[in-house]
């Protein structure tokens, strides 16, 4: 993605024009501390400046059998402190190689600091330090930052691997440009009367200054590939420049004559396609790719030349500052995107005159649940949105249009609601499924191992879904409890819909189903265990036919099966239980099973 730190400083070194500035040897390195604009690709190497060392750093000989091939060599001086990195721009079909030098000198290059040597398979268009201008992460063809103190000198030694070549350009960039945009490098070490070389953009206002004291007269000459060529009736002490080329003044005074070139390359200027306005439908944390906009943005325009940002303001996009991310987080509504296009070469030439609209039309979010249920005390259930949106078209399977609606019959119900904008129809369905719920009913409950703790399960005979609870614990969804005290026991049984509870008292006490007093010890009498947790507990026994056969307290050691002294038959007999409640009453225990045999 394009940041604001590739803009401050640009060294451009064009590949469309020929006879550039070219230093092929360590020794002639060009200095540069501004700009350096045209290269028309380089030929040859000169002397071997690595005298037949078989590599250097990263670098490793190429087809030449030197190191060098096709090279070109720079220096310059850092003036201030800070972050630095550079971007190499070149055809994405040639393979160019770099290193990076801290030295004072030529005969002390000593290793690179910065090397980069990879083939150009993936046919990137740049190389260097820091971060690949066209948002590719982790590029190999990119080193990591270099800081950077005052008063450092590099030399920086590019080289294309083969003959196939076109030229390069040269941008730097990092925080130290956007904190020192003037003063980054330092300029005394060019010595040249018309400066360092300048890149401009078409249509920029270049004006050549060769003010000398004691100047006699000026001759300004061209030079656009053919030799330098006098421009006719031009005599002044500056010249502007309208064409990229050589430039040379010939300054006569009384006592010599001064001769200085200087290179002026303009870059083209991108003129910002038409972008149409985006409708669609928007749905909580969606992202538009903005990256499906940079073909209409650049036109016909070769994107390996060109660069699209996208900004929340024309003053960002103006000043190429926080660009959004490519994968936008949508904000619903209406937004108008601003759009740079900005020159790889130099992105001093830009155009942030179009911009478009993202018109995100919301899609409904339905909110309610997509179960409901009848409670059968009430018989109906409203479902649906409760809350409506009336810019909204609401369409249920039962043919109302309402946002909500009352139904009294199970089954599937699904609502369809509709936003419609700008021709687009944005829509959201949702089913509710609804049942009824009868209300909770205890029909028997079960005891086993009667002991100190008991398992208790609580029976329904409805169907449904219930939670219970015992002594106002937590409710939970089993009807099984263990290790319940025997007593009397509150429990709580209700429908998790709120459809209703219902609360009981149970008694938790044992006995035999079956007891023999035929004089073998064993089961001789009959008895409830637990009695005496409960309050003036009472027992009555009965035969088949209702009569009274014997009646208990829980200080009887029990019944022996006999009545009024005399042995009673093998059948099955009933037995009720009381007891007193917390308010004195008395109280028959219910859900016990209220039999048992009697065996001989």
């Avoid at 829509?427 to 191992?449: A, L």
């Amino acid at each position: 993605m394009f940041k604001t730190l590739f803009r401050t400083l640009i060294l451009i070194l064009f590949w469309q024009a020929a006879d550039a500035q070219v230093a092929q040897d360590c020794i002639n390195a060009t200095p540069i501390c501004s700009n350096t604009p045209i290269n028309g690709g380089t030929n040859g190497y000169g002397a071997d400046d690595f005298n037949g060392a078989p590599s250097s750093g990263c670098l490793e000989q190429t087809t030449t059998g030197a190191i060098e091939s096709n090279s070109a060599w720079y220096r310059f001086r850092t003036a201030e402190a800070g972050q630095l990195g550079f971007n190499i721009g070149h055809n994405s079909n040639e393979d160019w190689d770099f290193a990076l030098y801290r030295a004072t000198d030529c005969d002390n290059l000593g290793d690179p600091i910065r090397c980069n040597f990879f083939d150009n398979s993936e046919n990137t268009s740049f190389i260097g330090v820091g971060e690949d201008p066209t948002g590719i992460e982790d590029s190999v063809h990119y080193e990591d930052w270099l800081q950077v103190e005052a008063g450092e000198d590099y030399y920086l030694f590019i080289n294309n691997f083969s003959n196939l070549n076109s030229g390069f350009s040269i941008q730097f960039t990092g925080e130290i440009w956007t904190d020192h945009p003037n003063s980054a490098l330092d300029c005394s070490i060019v010595s040249n009367l018309l400066g360092p070389p300048i890149a401009a953009c078409q249509g920029d206002n270049v004006e050549l200054d060769a003010t000398t004291m004691g100047a006699i007269n000026y001759e300004w000459y061209s030079n656009m590939g053919s030799g330098y060529q006098l421009i006719a009736g031009e005599n002044n002490a500056t010249y502007n420049v309208q064409d990229s080329g050589q430039y040379r003044v010939v300054v006569t005074t009384s006592v010599e004559s001064l001769v200085s070139d200087v290179q002026v390359g303009f870059n083209e200027v991108p003129v910002t396609g038409t972008l149409a306005d985006e409708t669609f439908c928007h749905e909580v944390d969606m992202t538009f790719d903005l990256n499906t906009k940079n073909s209409e943005a650049l036109g016909g325009m070769d994107p390996d030349n060109f660069i699209v940002s996208y900004h929340s303001s024309q003053i960002d996009a103006d000043a190429g500052i926080h660009p959004l991310e490519k994968q936008y987080v949508l904000m619903g509504g209406s937004e108008i995107i601003y759009v740079r296009t900005t020159s790889l070469a130099n992105p001093d030439c830009f155009d942030a005159s179009q911009n478009f609209v993202l018109n995100a039309i919301e899609t409904p979010i339905l909110n309610f649940d997509e179960r409901a249920v009848i409670c059968e005390s009430v018989g109906s259930v409203e479902i649906g949105e409760v809350q409506p949106d009336f810019n909204y078209v609401y369409q249920w399977s039962t043919g109302e249009q309402t946002p909500s609606i009352t139904v009294s019959q199970e089954g599937e119900y699904t609502l369809t609601v509709t936003h419609q904008s700008n021709g687009v129809v944005c829509e959201t369905s949702k089913t509710i499924t609804v049942d009824i719920s009868n209300m909770p009913q205890i029909s028997s409950i079960d005891i086993e191992d009667m002991s100190v703790n008991n398992i208790v399960t609580i029976n329904t005979e409805n169907m449904g879904e219930y939670e219970f609870s015992m002594d106002g614990g937590e409710f939970q969804g089993s009807n099984v409890f263990d290790g319940v005290s025997p007593g009397v026991h509150t429990v709580s049984m209700r429908d998790p819909y709120g459809c209703g509870v219902v609360e009981e008292d149970i008694v938790v006490v044992g006995f035999m189903s079956i007891f023999s007093p035929n004089g073998d010890v064993l089961n001789e009498t009959w008895q409830i265990e637990g009695l005496s947790t409960l309050n003036s507990p009472i027992v009555t026994i009965y035969d088949r036919y209702g009569k009274l056969i014997k009646q208990m307290n829980a200080f009887d050691a029990g019944w022996d099966g006999s009545f009024n002294g005399k042995p009673l038959p093998s059948t099955d007999y009933w037995f009720k239980l009381s007891y007193l409640d917390d308010d004195g009453n008395r109280t028959y225990a219910k859900y016990l099973q209220s039999h048992f045999s009697l065996r001989r």
